[in-house]
């Protein structure tokens, strides 16, 4: 005959509590993992914000570096740029010096007898000129010189009047030319300034005597 047993022990509760214990396991799992991958997460994170920051240190570094350097060329820039100026301020001054003589010595050999002048301005490449004459007729032989003239050229009649000076009848003019520069064999150069300046202050000697006469 089969023996029958009967189990009254409470084995639905312990089957609910065995998944209790299960659940509460397995929630425990998930948190300390969600906790370390939060931490790993932080530390990663926290990591690249680290190295983002000395890279922008170092671009901050090197930038200030070059802001120096392009001030620095600016300057040279200014340097060079202000002895360029002044390299060409001199060059047109001998430049100008030199044609200050041809044109002073050019002007004394085209004068002619009987005449001289009382003033001379130049407004770049403009000539005005003023003077005294004993006649038209010496007005316009040196405006025919002026045409002829390796530094002049184009000259252009202003006014002839008579006038009286130094107690005598002349005739007073002014005109207009222009000054060119020659480029042909023969012309002055630099290495007789010092004949050109002779030449120009002993024809303006001359022209003024005969002017007077």
Do not use: C
């Not at 190295?51 to 802001?67: G, P, S, Y």
């Not at 300057?75 to 060059?91: C, G, I, M, S």
């Amino acid at each position: 005959m089969t023996a029958i047993r009967i189990n009254l022990l409470p084995h639905r509760e312990q089957r609910r509590a065995l998944q209790q214990k299960a659940l509460l396991a397995m929630l425990g799992g998930a948190a300390v993992a969600g906790l370390a991958a939060v931490l790993l997460g932080h530390f990663v994170i926290a990591g690249m914000k680290d190295h983002q920051d000395k890279r922008n240190e170092f671009l901050k570094v090197e930038i200030a570096k070059l802001d120096a350097q392009i001030k620095e060329i600016a300057q040279l820039k200014e340097k060079t740029n202000a002895l360029l100026a002044r390299k060409q301020v001199v060059e047109d001054l001998q430049v100008n010096r030199a044609q200050v003589v041809h044109l002073f010595d050019e002007l004394a050999r085209e004068m002619p007898d009987g005449m001289y002048l009382k003033s001379l301005k130049q407004t770049g490449d403009k000539l005005a000129l003023s003077g005294y004459a004993q006649s038209s007729a010496r007005v316009s032989a040196l405006m025919r010189n002026i045409e002829s003239s390796q530094w002049l050229t184009a000259p252009r009649l202003i006014e002839v009047k008579v006038s009286s000076q130094n107690k005598m009848r002349v005739n007073e003019f002014s005109l207009e030319a222009m000054q060119k520069i020659p480029n042909v064999p023969g012309a002055p150069d630099d290495a007789n300034k010092g004949t050109g300046s002779t030449a120009a202050k002993q024809g303006a000697t001359d022209t003024k005597k005969g002017g007077q006469s």
